[in-house]
């Protein structure tokens, strides 16, 4: 499975950037995906994810009510809308493809997503 994420950049902060993620996995329509973000020297942390069909989504509570997260399941394509960007929101953001497959349940743990995408950067500037 092979995960190309894209969409980072510099914005300032109050501004909005939109992340892509897209998928080669043939069971990408029945797997949950999550995006998390990581800073040099920083643990991965979870940002938000997506159950299998879109009915049911989770976040951090940091991003709660700027991000929101979205699926194409006919694109192989999962999406990280953000907006009211802050300074903290900087980091290398990675999307994942999880091991829950046509499930309400929703992870928010690294170890529950076995697939994962290269960084892509959001920087924040204040």
């Known amino acids: 499975v092979q995960l190309q994420a894209s969409g980072g950049g510099l914005v300032q902060a109050g501004g909005s950037l939109r992340l892509s993620c897209a998928s080669s996995?043939?069971?990408?329509?029945?797997?949950?995906m999550g995006w998390f973000r990581q800073n040099p020297g920083k643990a991965r942390d979870f940002v938000a994810a997506i159950n299998w069909n879109g009915g049911r989504t989770r976040y951090a509570d940091s991003v709660k009510g700027r991000f929101t997260i979205s699926r194409d399941n006919a694109k192989n394509t999962v999406y990280l809308q953000m907006n009211s960007l802050k300074s903290e929101d900087t980091a290398d953001y990675y999307c994942?493809?999880?091991?829950?497959?046509?499930?309400?349940?929703?992870?928010?743990?690294?170890?529950?997503?076995?697939?994962w995408g290269q960084g892509t950067l959001v920087t924040v500037s204040s």
């Open positions: 994942a493809q999880g091991t829950v497959t046509r499930n309400d349940y929703i992870p928010t743990i690294v170890r529950d997503y076995p697939y």
């Open positions: 996995s043939r069971t990408f329509d029945s797997r949950v």
